[in-house]
């Protein structure tokens, strides 16, 4: 079976991120971008399902920026065995997002597509759930276990009351969560391996797509300054810090 | 000299004015967490808690103890590993409230940080200014400036960026009489006489108290790679060193750390050995660099040490996340050993072409004197500074250990003088290596340094029990 894993490329995690001083986005200018933690997980639960048996071909695809490519680059470091990046400067949205790889499907026919619940920069949480809309496939999201046998999928779904175990019938689509997995490291022979992997490049007008924005942001400011809190060593220093502020 | 029983009453009574409101206390539950360290080895005691706010208080603060002779203990983040910030008995002068960064100059790229500023908040501040300040530890959240400048610290980018000294454009500071020290100087060349500021750098709090100084600021780098590799031998860690350094020109650190120690960290920490195999050494590789190409070099200078030999793995983090997992590893050396009982920890450095020669000798001592015990062995091999703990045998009582830890450091540090090493190459003397380092000082040396104390602090008020 094959699987598709739809990777973003978006500002690393641990960046601070700083709005731009016209209040137009974030700024982006120098800094450093990364695969979407989520889309990580996606992948690495793809190799091992690989790893298992379970599949036997993994495809990323990433829409976005002649950059995107170091994305893919990563996620065939991981074990993926070729890429797609549909390239755009536009800041796609999740409509968007979700008719590309529609028409990826069509042109693929993977047995099923492992996707992160959401990408950390807009934090939507959206696409899957309108790709499954889209395609009329099943849809499992914020999985936290994956097992596939035949022709249908368990997967354990992270809800609030606390787990909940769904089947659903393949072709379908499955979105991962933070604790699926641990995604590995990419080990240097695997790095230069991938760079001799095939990546296709096409475009949104190859697949026929219009990804002209249909929101529009009116503005974007930064959340209110939240004070810092202090560590303290034992229960000592805690009465101290109590008697200083004079709670105590 | 100044105990607390021979303090007079009124003196007190005008130290505590001289601090002004909210810079004193005698309140012993606030004082607590300055009498005890990091290490637990030391639990100190004082009768008076002074946290001046401005240089002009602290001026205040040591006249009055000089004309008394009364002692005092400088300390400012109190992660020092040598004892030398903690007081037995003399007044404790705190730099928590010295926390101004007064300037911050992107086109002489100095910045003027006051004594108790924490190093994160210098990086930030030259971060802020797209700069940076280049000196990291695993304390930097807590280690302040006149700590660092006092310390000379060093820590994991030393090669490329030299130690706290080669950060430091000019210091202020209160000599132990209450006279200022006003050398808060930006320029980079000046040859006016001896280099005074050099002194107050690495003296431990024993010549002054330092209350702000102009620090430099590098570049940023545009690029930075970490990588992680399994290792073999420490042959293998200096050999690699070397082919990176030749092949990129941009390896900003270079950490080691052996097998017991990622075990440890592993068992005992939420840290991660990134690999599936069990390397006997790991080697962490931090580049950095602004052209565009560095990236593409570091892969194929990683690959090429592969293709040789020089390791047996390697990983590349891919994004930060992964980098601060391989950081976090390695910042846990310490955390690791403690739940395993006592150890007796070495801060060492030898020629880095020494190094192996160095852990060879050094375990075979270890193995005869204390089989069993645990050795973690790590740091900084770019700069030949390595952390030699020896963790005791587990099952071992933590006191029986103790007892032999003395004749146990004697040794190890005999085999490192016997390599041309220093038996203090980042954390200084203080209290715990004193003895030692007088004994093992050349007469010549120590004959200097004193005179130099007796010229600076003619009482002897200063950190009286430390280094000399
Ligand atoms: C987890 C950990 C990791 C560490 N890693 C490293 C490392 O990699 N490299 C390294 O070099 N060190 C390391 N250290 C130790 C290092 O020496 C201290 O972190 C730091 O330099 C001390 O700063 P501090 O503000 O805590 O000073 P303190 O501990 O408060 O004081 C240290 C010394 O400086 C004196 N002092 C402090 N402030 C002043 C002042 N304003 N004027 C005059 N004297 C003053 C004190 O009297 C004392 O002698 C580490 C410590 C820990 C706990």
């Known amino acids: ?248 | 000299m100044g105990l607390p029983a021979g303090i007079d009453s009124a003196v007190i009574d005008r130290l505590k004015d001289a601090a002004g409101p909210g810079g004193w206390t005698a309140d012993q539950d606030l004082i607590l967490p300055h009498l005890v360290e990091w290490r637990d080895q030391w639990t100190g005691s004082t009768p008076l808690l002074l946290m001046p706010q401005t240089t002009h208080q602290a001026q205040a603060i040591l006249a009055i103890c000089h004309q008394n002779r009364i002692a005092v203990t400088t300390q400012g983040g109190n992660t020092g590993l040598v004892g030398a910030q903690i007081p037995r008995g003399e007044i404790l002068v705190s730099t928590r409230r010295m926390t101004a960064i007064r300037s911050i100059d992107p086109v002489d790229d100095a910045i003027i940080a006051e004594a108790g500023v924490v190093l994160t908040r210098v990086q930030d501040a030259a971060r802020e200014a797209g700069k940076r300040f280049p000196l990291s530890l695993a304390s930097e959240g807590s280690a302040t400036i006149g700590g660092l400048i006092s310390t000379n610290a060093g820590g994991v980018h030393v090669r490329r960026h030299g130690m706290m000294r080669a950060q430091v454009l000019g210091i202020e500071a209160v000599l132990p009489d209450g006279s200022l020290h006003a050398g808060l100087s930006s320029l980079r060349k000046d040859n006016t006489g001896y280099d005074l500021k050099q002194l107050l750098i690495g003296a431990e709090g024993t010549l002054g108290l330092v209350t702000a100084a102009t620090l430099r600021m590098v570049s940023r780098p545009q690029v930075m790679a970490v990588a992680m590799l399994g290792l073999e031998t420490p042959d293998q860690a200096v050999a690699l060193l070397h082919r990176l350094e030749d092949a990129t020109g941009a390896v900003a650190a270079f950490e080691v750390m052996n097998r017991t120690g990622v075990e440890l960290a592993v068992r005992n920490t939420p840290s991660r050995d990134p690999f599936p195999d069990a390397w006997p050494w790991l080697a962490l590789v931090e580049f950095e660099g602004s052209d565009a190409g560095l990236l593409a070099r570091c892969e194929e200078a990683l690959g090429a040490a592969l293709e040789a030999g020089l390791a047996g793995d390697a990983l590349l983090a891919q994004n930060e996340t992964q980098a601060k997992a391989f950081w976090f590893l390695r910042e846990e050396m310490s955390a690791g050993q403690k739940p395993e009982g006592a150890a007796a920890k070495h801060d060492v450095s030898v020629p880095v072409s020494k190094i192996p020669q160095f852990l060879a000798a050094a375990d075979a001592v270890v193995n005869r004197l204390v089989p069993g015990a645990r050795i973690v062995a790590f740091g900084h091999c770019s700069d030949g500074n390595i952390h030699y703990d020896v963790v005791q045998p587990a099952g071992m009582e933590p006191d029986a250990f103790r007892a032999l830890a003395p004749a146990l450091i004697e040794a190890v540090h005999d085999v490192t003088v016997g390599l041309d090493g220093s038996i203090s190459a980042e954390h200084g003397i203080g209290i715990s290596r004193r003895d030692e380092f007088i004994r093992r000082e050349p007469p010549t040396h120590l004959a200097l340094m004193r005179a130099i104390k007796t010229a600076f602090d003619p009482h002897g008020i200063m950190n009286p029990r430390v280094l000399l």
């Open chain 1, 1 to 248: 079976m094959k699987l598709l894993v739809p990777v973003k490329r978006v500002i690393d995690y641990n960046v601070k991120v700083r709005v731009k001083p016209d209040q137009t986005g974030v700024d982006l200018a120098n800094v450093k971008m990364s695969m979407n933690p989520f889309c990580e997980i996606a992948v690495e639960e793809a190799v091992r399902l690989r790893e298992k048996g379970a599949a036997s071909e993994i495809v990323v695809v990433s829409i976005g920026p002649a950059q995107a490519q170091e994305t893919i680059r990563t996620a065939l470091a991981m074990g993926a065995d070729r890429g797609i990046l549909i390239q755009t400067d536009q800041d796609v949205e999740p409509l968007g997002v979700a008719k590309l790889l529609k028409a990826v499907v069509e042109a693929e026919a993977p047995g099923a597509v492992v996707m992160g619940k959401q990408a950390i920069d807009g934090d939507n949480n959206a696409t899957g759930q309108m790709l499954a809309a889209l395609l009329g496939w099943p849809q499992a999201t914020f999985a936290s276990a994956i097992t596939i046998t035949g022709d249908s999928a368990e997967v354990t779904r992270e809800v609030d009351g606390g787990l909940q175990t769904l089947k659903v019938a393949l072709p379908a689509v499955i979105t991962a969560d933070l604790r699926l997995n641990e995604p590995r490291f990419a080990s240097l022979p695997n790095i230069m391996k991938a760079k001799k992997k095939p990546i296709d490049m096409k475009t949104p007008a190859d697949f026929g797509v219009d990804v002209a924005p249909r929101l529009t942001v009116l503005k974007v400011t930064e959340p209110p300054k939240r004070e810092g809190g202090a560590k303290v060593a034992d229960a000592a220093e805690l009465v101290g810090k109590l008697k200083e502020a004079g709670v105590i």
